[in-house]
């Protein structure tokens, strides 16, 4: 019975036969999702919220970055076995990633107060924060640790998931998110989301209980929304008395309320009253080092923050103050039925456009889609065509912009790479010839790394 019940998850052909979804396909079954069988246009997103369930953090075998300290499998190993290779950072101005470098050598120098930091925009590889995971752990452990980064209030997806980090969420939250369903207001924060409580929702944010990244933190910095008729934030810390923060004010306006704590390990329990909408929790040191924010939705594409209101996005910007942001999107667009190249190309450049205006002392970085297989006529499995397309348009508009790029479908090993991740052993990627493994994303991520610092080092030549 085992051996039956587990054939559907070794071919891709027989995943209509699978009792529940592969934790590495990281399906999400709402309707607000794109097609997964390209077989119909993007949806159009609903106004409202959805209702999320009751969620803990836990890491696993099949969500969970699996090399930690010395641990880690030898780069070149693993970049063998993927067949992978060393793909330089395109940057026709020779000054994109300056604001990047210029604070990671502040930071490198242990300044007071020199903090850099990464806000990794992406779908659903970065929402299980396997690549932006594998980037905090490199980038800190060289750097310096300044705390885990931004988290999400609540699991908005059933595979939102954060490595290094205690995050677990009640029953009774509700969230607007760009990929559906959405506030008309274009309030999102700066992870996408919008939450409320009306059924006495309550998250936990902590530092990790194992392993060795994430272990200290000495700020819970909560980012929320002020607004007229807001209600409270109620703070509750073991041992100390419970506070609350009033989010009423004469408008809407994005805002910060900093939580300190000693710096080591810590809990803070946070709770929402009345009208009260808030977007995440940051956390992070008072110390030099680096923080990387993974801030993936799922189901999510490019176009989708066109929605996000302008101003609210600088706010955010102003806030959270990144050094580099790094836009990874691709893979739910190329599950569409029909791709405007063109219409894609525009609405792309709009998106990084506004980005940039948003965040005007970060670098900005984009990242093309990883490699997607898909049945090839002649038999067996091919690249789909489309990818080329998507990333061929995404160095257009990095290029006339100014921006970084990064070919990450060509550092996997070009056309065919997802194919031959599948049969590696480990696996490498998913049965659904669309996600890597952590494995796979692992290695992705140690080859973004060793992009940034070449161009690092190739700068201060």
Not at 115 to 138: N, Q, W
Not at 279 to 302: I, K, N, Q, T, W
Request: glycine content about 10%; hydrophobic content about 40%; overall charge neutral.
């Amino acid at each position: 019975m085992a051996c039956a019940l587990s054939l559907p998850y070794v071919s891709p052909r027989l995943r209509v036969l699978r009792v529940y979804p592969a934790p590495w396909e990281r399906a999400v079954a709402t309707s607000n999702d794109p097609p997964q069988d390209g077989n119909g246009p993007a949806p159009t997103p609903t106004v409202g919220a959805q209702k999320l369930a009751a969620a803990v953090n836990d890491p696993t075998v099949a969500n969970a970055l699996p090399m930690e300290g010395g641990e880690r499998v030898a780069e070149a190993e693993m970049f063998a076995l993927a067949g992978a290779r060393d793909v330089a950072i395109e940057d026709v101005t020779g000054h994109a990633l300056d604001a990047f470098y210029t604070q990671l050598a502040r930071t490198e120098n242990k300044e007071p107060g020199a903090v850099t930091r990464v806000l990794h925009y992406g779908d659903s590889v970065i929402a299980s924060d396997y690549i932006s995971g594998t980037m905090r752990r490199r980038l800190q452990q060289r750097f310096g640790d300044a705390g885990h980064g931004f988290v999400l209030i609540a699991n908005a997806w059933q595979w939102y998931f954060h490595n290094d980090v205690t995050h677990y969420n009640s029953a009774g939250w509700e969230a607007s998110r760009l990929a559906g369903p959405i506030t008309l207001d274009g309030l999102y924060g700066v992870g996408g989301v919008s939450f409320r409580s009306t059924a006495g929702g309550v998250a936990y944010f902590g530092t990790s209980e194992r392993g060795s990244y994430g272990r200290n933190v000495s700020r819970f910095d909560i980012y929320y929304l002020e607004q007229p008729g807001g209600g409270e934030l109620e703070i509750v810390r073991k041992g100390e008395p419970t506070l609350r923060i009033s989010t009423r004010g004469e408008a809407k306006v994005s805002r910060v309320h900093s939580v300190p704590v000693a710096d080591g390990a810590a809990l803070m329990q946070l709770r929402l009253g009345g009208n009260t909408r808030a977007f995440g929790v940051a956390l992070e040191r008072d110390v030099p080092g680096v923080v990387y924010d993974a801030l993936g939705a799922h189901a999510c594409m490019s176009a989708y923050w066109k929605q996000m209101d302008a101003n609210h996005w600088k706010e955010q910007m102003d806030l959270r103050k990144p050094s580099l942001i790094v836009w990874q999107f691709g893979t739910n667009e190329s599950d569409l039925w029909k791709v405007d190249i063109v219409e894609y190309e525009l609405n792309l450049r709009l998106v990084l456009g506004r980005l940039k205006e948003a965040a005007k002392d970060a670098s900005v970085l984009v990242l093309a889609p990883l490699d997607r297989a898909e049945n090839a006529p002649s038999g067996g499995l091919q690249t789909k065509s489309i990818i080329l397309k998507l990333a061929a348009a995404q160095q257009r508009v990095a290029r006339d912009l100014g921006l970084g790029f990064w070919n990450t479908f060509e550092a996997m090993g070009g056309e065919g790479s997802m194919a031959r991740w599948q049969k590696t052993s480990p696996k490498l990627a998913g049965s659904d010839l669309t996600h890597p493994t952590p494995a796979g994303a692992a290695v992705i991520g140690d080859l973004l790394m060793r992009a940034l610092m070449k161009a690092r080092a190739a700068r201060t030549r």
